[in-house]
């Protein structure tokens, strides 16, 4: 929900400098941002009321719900908005994670591959595709993960955790060369990820190096990931 919030009060700095005559849209967007969620609730459904063709009071009146759990509602507003406009993908994104809350994961699939076949590329099309990488990997379905991770290392080659999710599935198939490319470029390209140089560092104590495998070890460790300390101990402490 974290990502979600932030991805949210980007917007409402934007739409709050923006919109400055609608009032109840406006008190909404300053509520939600201080996460005064009750007055939000009103002022949107002011909104809404006001203006029932506005997406916007629409979409961020389910936002707010999110926020507070009410899901049920929060997938109605949805709907009404991808009904009004079928090919909103910001909408398609926020039902797909609504469906995916209360568990329907056909469903938010379903809206994942609606986005991809309206945009086959840009941030909208990056987001689907993390997120169906991710679930296909946590449902073990890696060669469905791996052709998902190719198309987003296709479109967005400047994004660090693409090629780091590529990498590390590449390592649980044990496709080491590649998995220990992948895994460097992400490096490369955000020195800061200590996923990758965990992951990296499994790879290369598989391939008996452990002096480079310790040395990423030992760069995640200096960064704050105290997780390593275990691996840490059984590969290098001796």
């Avoid at 709050?16 to 005064?36: E, F, R, S, W, Y």
């Amino acid at each position: 929900m974290k990502a979600l919030l932030v991805g949210t009060f980007a917007v409402l700095g934007t739409f709050v400098c923006a919109q400055p005559g609608d009032d109840a849209m406006l008190a909404g967007m300053i509520a939600l941002k201080k996460n005064d969620h009750k007055t939000a609730q009103a002022a949107f459904d002011r909104a809404v009321v006001d203006d029932p063709t506005n997406g916007k009071t629409w979409y961020y009146r389910a936002m707010n719900r999110m926020v507070f759990g009410d899901n049920d509602g929060a997938l109605q507003d949805l709907d009404h908005l991808i009904a009004m406009d079928p090919n909103d993908v910001h909408a398609m994104l926020r039902r797909s994670e609504v469906h995916r809350l209360k568990g329907n994961d056909r469903s938010a699939d379903a809206d994942l591959y609606r986005v991809l076949g309206l945009h086959h590329n840009g941030p909208a099309a990056e987001h689907a595709l993390f997120e169906l990488g991710s679930l296909a990997m946590k449902e073990n379905d890696l060669p469905n993960a791996l052709a998902l991770y190719d198309r987003l290392v296709a479109i967005a080659p400047y994004n660090a955790q693409a090629w780091c999710d590529r990498g590390i599935a590449r390592n649980v198939i044990h496709d080491d060369d590649k998995a220990i490319a992948d895994l460097e470029k992400a490096i490369e390209l955000d020195p800061t990820l200590d996923r990758a140089f965990i992951n990296l560092a499994i790879v290369l104590f598989r391939q008996d190096r452990k002096q480079e495998g310790c040395h990423a070890l030992q760069h995640a460790r200096d960064m704050g990931d105290r997780s390593v300390e275990e691996l840490m101990m059984v590969h290098c402490d001796r």
